[in-house]
């Protein structure tokens, strides 16, 4: 078994007292797939932001990369810049298309030739390297999809978290994700991918892990379902 | 009828010989303005984002209090600044009653209470995601701040637009820290008040018609700026 780039231990996550995430212990192995599933409101999402930085847990420690992470502190950008999150229904900001892919970038201090280079490459990846100049927020649902997906990839990050990247995706997005977590998987990103048990998300997972009540079910850890 | 025709043929007429009291007044008038505006927005832009991203205990009463003191009359905001300024007054060290500065210093603890309150607005109602989508890109909490800013642009700009409006229109203040002296404090507004009074009616809407014409130049440029901050 190849190592750990997560490990939680004894993470908890409640919402007005009401427990919306506990996991005793859940590793997430480098290079790796792993499928998390588990009906609404399961604690999907929950764990995503945490996986991404962007939760703090109440409880528990997240380790990445063999490195206890604090749980606020202006350190954690650094370790963030590592990590990446397409939410469910992704945010793009109200400019063009290239600028939203090349966000990330800026803030990393590329220059502009590198970014532009960078950028054209992620938006040919999703299949939309036409869309450059245009208006983010005019797109449809599943070209906003696919931009979100271009503007973490740009990121080359070494953890990529989804949301439910197949819900509500028309078929061709749809082909277009599975396509990019087929190349990722040789790359040794790690992915986690959240989904309601899908079809699609498990013909990609290499591994898949049950989430009810905010636990791990008892058949967690088990290798993909082939 | 007469009345507005003839404020309205004398206002081009001073647009256009450029009576040089009149562009001193104007000229006057946009300054201590835009500075007060700035000073405020210094302050109120990043406390309203704070306020509006945060979610802490006696939020709701913040938001009420800038609510309130919206409606903070001018004359009160002139009386307590006079009174910190004046000479046994605990700021009157620095000297600047009844000058321009006074006035900045007037007009500007007036825009904050709007600009913040607006700025509150605008953030609490843009979608809650752009903070988390720019983190999970690699932002400080700074950087976020920014981009949180960046998406509300039409409405920062439409709150410091309202504060410029609120200034450069109001009397009360500028009148009484600054004193209305001719060729120094006498800004549009206090010369308006002074015209009238002396039944100058015209020349009064004659000034009042130019303090439209700057108001509409200074809104033109923000307009520009929006367009180019994306
Ligand atoms: N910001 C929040 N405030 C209050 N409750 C929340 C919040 N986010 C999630 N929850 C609750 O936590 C539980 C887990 O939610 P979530 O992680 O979104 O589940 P999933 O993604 O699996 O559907 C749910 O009961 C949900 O209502
Ligand atoms: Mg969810």
């Known amino acids: 078994m190849s190592q750990a780039l997560f490990s939680l231990r004894g993470v908890v996550k409640r919402f007005d007292q009401r427990e919306a995430l506990n996991l005793e212990r859940l590793d997430l192995e480098a290079g790796v797939i792993t499928v998390v599933e588990g009906p609404n409101g399961a604690g999907k999402t929950t764990l995503l932001s945490i996986l991404a930085l962007i939760t703090p847990p109440d409880q528990g420690r997240l380790f990445f990369d063999g490195q206890d992470l604090p749980n606020s502190g202006s350190q954690l950008t650094a370790w963030r810049r590592q990590i990446t999150l397409v939410a469910q229904q992704a945010y793009l900001f109200d400019t063009s298309v290239e600028k ?5 970038l800026r803030l990393r ?15 040919a990846q999703v299949g939309l390297a036409e869309f450059g100049p245009r208006r983010a927020k005019r797109l449809s649902g599943g070209e906003m ?6 503007r973490a990839l740009v990121l080359r990050p070494r953890a990529l978290l989804l949301d439910e990247p197949f819900a ?9 994700f599975e396509r990019v977590l087929g190349e990722l998987s040789g790359q040794g990103c790690t992915v986690v991918l959240v989904s309601h048990a899908l079809e699609q998300a498990h013909r990609v997972a290499q591994r898949v892990v049950y989430l009810r009540g905010g636990r791990l079910a008892p058949d967690a850890g088990q290798g993909p379902s082939a | 009828m ?7 043929t004398r206002g081009l007429g001073l647009l256009i010989n450029l009576d040089p009291e009149v562009y001193g007044i104007a000229w006057l008038s946009l300054r201590v303005s835009l500075s007060a505006v700035i000073l405020a927005a210094l302050a109120a832009v990043p ?16 938001v009420v209090v800038f609510n309130t003191l919206l409606a903070l009359p001018t004359v009160v905001v002139g009386l307590v600044v006079y009174g910190l300024l004046s000479y ?6 620095m000297g600047i009653l009844y000058t321009p500065w006074a006035m900045v210093a007037a007009q500007a603890v007036l825009a904050f209470p709007l600009i913040t309150a607006l700025v509150i607005a605008a953030v609490i109602t843009l979608d809650n995601r752009v903070g988390p989508t720019a983190l999970t890109l690699g932002a400080t909490p700074m950087q976020a701040a920014w981009a949180v800013l960046k998406e509300a642009r039409f409405a920062v700009l439409a709150a410091l637009a309202a504060g410029f409006g609120r200034v450069i229109t109001e009397v009360g203040a500028a009148i009484m ?3 209305n002296i001719r060729h120094y404090t006498r800004t549009f507004t206090t010369a308006i008040a002074l015209e009238t009074s002396k039944g100058e009616f015209a020349q009064g809407m004659a000034l009042g018609f130019f303090l439209l014409v700057v108001a509409l130049a200074v809104n033109l440029a923000s307009h520009q700026l929006q367009a180019r901050w994306k």
């Open chain 1, 168 to 176: 509500n995706l028309d078929p061709a997005s749809a082909l277009v």
């Open chain 2, 177 to 179: 820290v600054g004193g």
């Open chain 1, 109 to 123: 201090g590329l220059e502009r030739a590198q970014r532009e280079d960078r950028v054209g490459e992620a938006l």
């Open chain 1, 100 to 104: 939203n892919v090349a966000y990330g």
């Open chain 1, 145 to 150: 999809q696919r931009v979100a997906l271009a």
């Open chain 2, 2 to 8: 007469d009345f507005f025709l003839g404020g309205l």
């Open chain 2, 47 to 62: 406390l309203g984002l704070v306020i509006g991203q945060k979610e802490f205990l006696g939020k709701r009463f913040l």
């Open chain 2, 88 to 93: 046994h007054g605990p700021l009157g060290g």
